[in-house]
């Protein structure tokens, strides 16, 4: 069996921050329909890293590759328009927007069309057909109406998905997709990116140990900045290293 190349390669990447190294010569990737999580304890570098990818921030060092092509210096629209999109820690929506309207201006977003606040991008029939599709992928159709800020917060970062989505993307950078959710929520949102992951690749950051390890199928160790470990669930729950520098007791 052919094996199948990369659609997210990091190579080496580093950053630092005055004397503190963020990032420490990286390498991961990322399969073609793959989940690969991101684990660390806080302050390991996870949403720097995530940053960095998505050209919020510029490494010191090293390269990012996306389906061959060296996108490092790229910026953000640029990386979106490549097939790149991402969600953040704290939801991010315009509350008084309804949800049609967050996606299709998402949607308008991709296109590279100006924001004409004075013909909402809801109204018009190809980005409304695009935010509906968004919105049907992530469960949120029947509440495409309703303003962005009286939502659920499961139900907002539901949202967040949907947005992502609207932009056409290759590859989902997700970061904490889960912060904040309640039980109920956190089923709804597990069972939702499971979904996701047939038509899309993920790379994702997730505190929630029950979730990665149901999840994804390769699992990459950020401590300090370096990655101390990269296999398949198993694999990491049985490392001694990641045991002692993360999982701790509670996972033995």
């Known amino acids: 069996m052919t094996a199948r190349a990369p659609l997210l390669r990091i190579e080496g990447l580093s950053k630092r921050f005055g004397g503190l190294t963020v990032t420490d010569d990286v390498w991961l990737d990322v399969l073609p329909g793959e989940i690969h ?6 302050g390991a570098g996870k949403t720097t890293l995530i940053n960095e990818v998505s050209g919020a921030l510029a490494p ?18 640029r990386r979106v328009r490549a097939g790149l999109a991402r969600t ?12 049609l309207e967050n996606v299709a201006l998402a949607a308008q977003a991709r296109d590279g ?12 029939a190809r980005l409304n057909a695009a935010a509906r599709e968004a919105l049907e992928a992530v469960g949120l159709a029947g509440r495409a109406a309703v303003p962005a800020g009286a939502l659920a917060h499961g139900e907002k970062r539901q949202l967040e998905l949907a947005i992502a989505l609207a932009t056409r993307p290759r590859l989902l950078l997700l970061d904490e997709p889960l912060a904040g959710a309640g039980p109920e929520e956190t089923e709804r ?35 300090y900045g370096r990655v101390v470990a990269t296999g398949a669930p198993p694999e990491i729950r049985a490392n001694p290293e990641v045991r002692a520098a993360y999982l701790g007791e509670d996972e033995a």
């Open 37 to 42: 999580a991101v684990i660390g304890p806080n």
């Open 60 to 77: 010191d060092a090293g390269r990012v590759l996306f389906d061959g092509l060296d996108i490092t210096r790229l910026s953000m629209p």
């Open 88 to 99: 953040f820690q704290v939801t991010c929506v315009l509350p008084g927007f309804s949800a």
């Open 113 to 124: 069309s100006s924001f004409r606040f004075l013909r909402p991008a809801a109204g018009e």
């Open 189 to 223: 949102l597990i069972a939702l990116l499971d979904r996701l992951r047939a038509d899309y690749a993920i790379l994702l950051v997730e505190h929630d140990m029950r979730a990665v390890f149901a999840l994804a199928d390769r699992i990459s160790v950020l401590v």
